[in-house]
């Protein structure tokens, strides 16, 4: 069974440390996402279908809202990997330009050779995260940041993506994709009626979907549960200590253990580890 040994929350996105032995589904975020090796075995992860390496020498790259999942083999040994959701309102907050962290094109490829560099500044970051103790905000902060630049620097053209002046990944879809995705995230969270978006955004059922999915990458019900994941973790986030039954039902969950199983699925941890473990940041 997958765990977290330590989870750090706040106004950059989150920073986990996840010992993983069990695949997740394959789900999408609204934050940039870097993955490194710490310890343990080489293993995989997939990224709009294909499978990648993640290794002592090697990066996975996940640009916001592109699909991907952990391709965890059954009968290897668990992997213990850094994951950093990043928040681009973050980034661009330190350096304007960084607010290309949201596109969808922002990595220039999904898999990167780590430097001596990026390495030792990744197993720094690890290193601290294993340590016992609160962390200074500012000290995580700033090596999280160095760690993040040398990467984007050399795997991301974001100083001439800044120039084309164009933003978050709505901007890049049909418009009627463009309301889909708008009435999906902001709709009831366990309801989606995939007829009546459809006739919202004049599509029927088959040709929104096809469409949905040829532009996105994700399916509608992918897109949902991003929505609900990251309601999930601001919930959390705002009630570190408060009823995970109570979290589930706001969440549309009809019982909490659908919502364990659906956040394990997704993150690799459960609900109340998640809580154990989370430093959060964001106060």
């Not at 760690?147 to 053209?157: T, Y």
Request: with cysteine; hydrophobic share 40%; glycine share 6%.
């Amino acid at each position: 069974m997958s765990n977290a040994y330590r989870i750090f929350h706040g106004g950059f996105g989150r920073i986990a440390l996840l010992d993983m032995d069990e695949p997740l589904v394959p789900h999408a975020h609204s934050e940039c996402h870097v993955l490194l090796k710490a310890t343990g075995q080489n293993t995989f992860f997939s990224v709009r279908g294909r499978r990648l390496p993640l290794t002592d020498d090697t990066a996975v790259l996940v640009n916001a809202w592109e699909p991907h999942y952990y391709d965890h083999q059954a009968g290897e040994s668990e992997s213990v990997i850094l994951a950093l959701y990043i928040e681009p309102r973050w980034l661009a907050a330190l350096k304007t330009d960084l607010s290309t962290s949201a596109r969808p094109d922002f990595f220039s490829q999904p898999c990167i050779e780590l430097t001596p560099r990026m390495r030792r500044q990744a197993d720094i970051l690890i290193d601290e995260m294993m340590s016992f103790g609160p962390k200074p905000r500012e000290k995580m902060e700033s090596m999280l940041f160095d760690l993040l630049i040398s990467i984007m620097e050399k795997h991301s053209d974001w100083h001439h993506l800044a120039r084309l002046k164009a933003g978050f990944a709505n901007d890049f879809y049909d418009a009627r994709i463009r309301r889909a995705t708008g009435i999906i995230l902001e709709a009831p969270l366990g309801e989606l009626d995939l007829d009546a978006i459809a006739r919202q955004c004049g599509l029927s059922r088959a040709h929104f979907y096809s469409l949905f999915k040829k532009t996105t990458g994700m399916t509608p019900q992918m897109l949902a549960n991003m929505g609900r994941m990251r309601s999930a973790f601001q919930g959390l986030s705002d009630n570190p200590h408060g009823s995970l039954g109570e979290l589930s039902l706001a969440l549309g969950f009809t019982e909490q253990g659908h919502f364990t199983r659906f956040f394990r699925r997704h993150i690799g941890a459960s609900p109340s580890q998640y809580q154990r473990v989370m430093d959060d940041y964001s106060r």
